[in-house]
């Protein structure tokens, strides 16, 4: 069946570093991809998206690019701030059945 | 535009006892998901809700059940409450078999004591 996989937290950077959060999807067809973002004690923020084939979504200073021949969408930011300390979520979504799977989440955690 | 709202914020019920949970979408969006959120887990899909029908169902019992209204705005019923259904539970809107993105609110922190 359909499902995520993300690298498994949680991840620890001093503030200013890359970051890199990877996810893997299986492929039974073409889903839309997204990242959402949940800060502590709130919901599921949109963080970014892409539709299709070698779409790049960004957002915020951060990016993530479609890759079909992988089956991937990896979060990267170029220099993480002490505010991106949250967990984010890999999330694709199959327009056949609008249903949204979610990974597991990879809590970041920022030193200043 | 208000975006997903959901009511109430945080809810204790005692075990054994049935709980309402609401939701409003976002205006324009036709479709409702609901999810459990257990603590430091992601969010696992209960069902969806299309035309005021049960579209879809996750890998949850019977004890869990909705409803959607004309206006789109939709309810998560859960019967006998169990402790281990204490979570957050999440309410998402969509256009439906768009493929485009779903728009959650701040979700609903159910305790079971």
């Known amino acids: 069946g359909d499902s995520v996989t993300q690298m498994e937290g949680p991840v620890t950077l001093s503030e200013e570093a890359f970051l890199t959060i990877n996810c893997t999807y299986t492929a039974t067809g073409y889903p839309s991809l997204f990242w959402y973002v949940q800060y502590p004690g709130e919901g599921l923020q949109l963080l970014l998206k892409a539709t299709k084939a070698d779409d790049k979504g960004s957002n915020k200073g951060f990016e993530a690019t479609y890759r079909k021949e992988t089956t991937s969408f990896h979060l990267e930011k170029g220099s993480v701030q002490v505010s991106d300390s949250a967990v984010y979520f890999c999330?694709?979504?199959?327009?056949?059945?609008?249903?949204?799977?979610f990974g597991k989440g990879t809590r970041l955690h920022i030193l200043p | 535009d208000a975006g997903v709202t959901q009511s109430p914020t945080h809810l204790i019920k005692t075990r054994g006892q049935q709980v309402t949970l609401r939701c409003s979408p976002k205006s324009g969006h036709d479709t409702v998901s609901w999810y459990q959120q257990a603590l430091g887990q992601g969010p696992q899909f209960i069902f969806q809700y299309y035309e005021e029908e049960e579209r879809q169902r996750g890998n949850f019992p019977d004890r869990f059940s909705g409803h959607q209204f004309p206006n789109y705005s939709s309810e998560l019923n859960v019967n006998a409450l169990l402790l281990g259904d204490s979570a957050l539970y999440l309410c998402?809107?969509?256009?439906?078999?768009?493929?485009?993105?779903?728009?959650f609110g701040q979700g609903t922190r159910l305790t079971v004591v």
């Open positions: 998402a809107s969509s256009l439906r078999r768009r493929g485009t993105e779903a728009f």
């Open positions: 999330a694709p979504l199959w327009a056949r059945d609008d249903k949204i799977i």
